[in-house]
């Protein structure tokens, strides 16, 4: 009987985990703004075709300044660049290519930018870090036509580009106990903007607006100051007034100290309510409000006389 061969076991290759790139770079949110506008006004396939052109030229002015596309995500894209300059000299030029193009001109079309330059980790289809946080903070406070980014992100830009910018105040951004200033790039021609400034300390512009923010909510009370945290609100155990009703998100909304006011940002799904006490009543959902004087706040449906679960606020000046 002819003896076999010793089988070998052959055990499929185990596959490396992908260890992020930790480096220092510039992270670039651009934003397409009102889309939705595009695609109620000339129907879905005439409104991709303008949303692709509009990307393509984003991209095309990222790798003209040797940044990185990471990913498109719906109407916006995020880019990384070697550095600050570039990716404010690629920011201007996108504003400028499609303020430009003839092709573009009948759809009113204008884009937002937000940027910032730090610390982040890279994967192959990915950025993650306190430099994207911030970046995706910036372009969220942009409106049509604007480049914003941080003053730690301007002292990295030569001369030449600092002077083309202009304080906006300070905000809070998520993840950071202080707040930032915040300056956006002028990249339209001299005479097109209402002010020109080099950024610098608001401090004492500050100062003069500070305020406290009173909050009151069964019984328990709240005071806010110019230096407090972000204040959280929700369904969420993590929240720092916690709301449990069928009708409040999780994350339902924060307040934040910004430019001398207290600033109310809603991110729930059935909005917040709010009745000020000389009879004025609002409606703020998915979009911010600047509490003032004092009155009551409801989370989720409206104000009723009498709901023990209102939330009381009044703002003090110091």
């Known amino acids: 009987m002819k003896a076999r061969s010793p089988t070998t076991s052959v055990m499929p290759a185990q596959r490396s985990a992908s260890v992020p790139e930790p480096v220092t770079a510039t992270v670039l949110f651009a934003d397409i703004c009102g889309s939705s506008r595009l695609f109620e006004e000339y129907g879905d396939w005439q409104a991709r075709q303008i949303e692709s052109q509009v990307l393509d030229t984003l991209m095309e002015k990222t790798g003209e300044f040797d940044g990185t596309v990471i990913k498109t995500i719906g109407d916006e894209i995020m880019s990384r660049f070697p550095d600050a300059e570039r990716a404010v000299t690629a920011a201007c030029e996108m504003h400028r290519a499609l303020r430009d193009d003839l092709s573009l001109l009948d759809f009113n079309i204008a884009v937002k930018i937000g940027l910032q330059h730090g610390p982040l980790l890279v994967e192959p289809d990915d950025l993650f870090g306190d430099a994207v946080n911030v970046a995706a903070r910036m372009v969220s406070l942009a409106r049509a036509d604007q480049i914003i980014t941080t003053l730690d992100t301007v ?155 209102l939330i009381r606020f009044q703002c003090l000046l110091n």
């Open 155 to 309: 002292r990295c830009l030569p001369d030449e580009l600092q002077q083309m910018t202009r304080s906006l105040g300070l905000s809070r951004v998520r993840g950071r106990q202080r707040e930032e200033e915040i300056v956006e790039i002028m990249w339209q021609e001299p005479g097109t903007v209402t002010q020109l400034i080099g950024p610098g300390p608001q401090k004492e512009r500050q100062q003069l607006l500070s305020t406290r923010l009173i909050l009151t909510h069964r019984g328990t009370r709240y005071e806010l100051r110019d230096d407090s945290p972000p204040f959280t609100i929700g369904r969420g155990d993590r929240n720092i007034l916690v709301v449990d009703e069928d009708q409040v998100s999780r994350n339902h909304a924060d307040v934040y100290f910004r430019q001398g006011k207290f600033i109310l940002v809603d991110g729930s799904t059935n909005g917040t309510y709010l009745r000020l006490d000389n009879g004025a009543r609002f409606f703020v959902q998915r979009e911010e409000f600047v509490l003032h004087e004092q009155g009551d706040i409801s989370l989720g449906e409206a104000v009723r006389d009498g709901d023990p679960g």
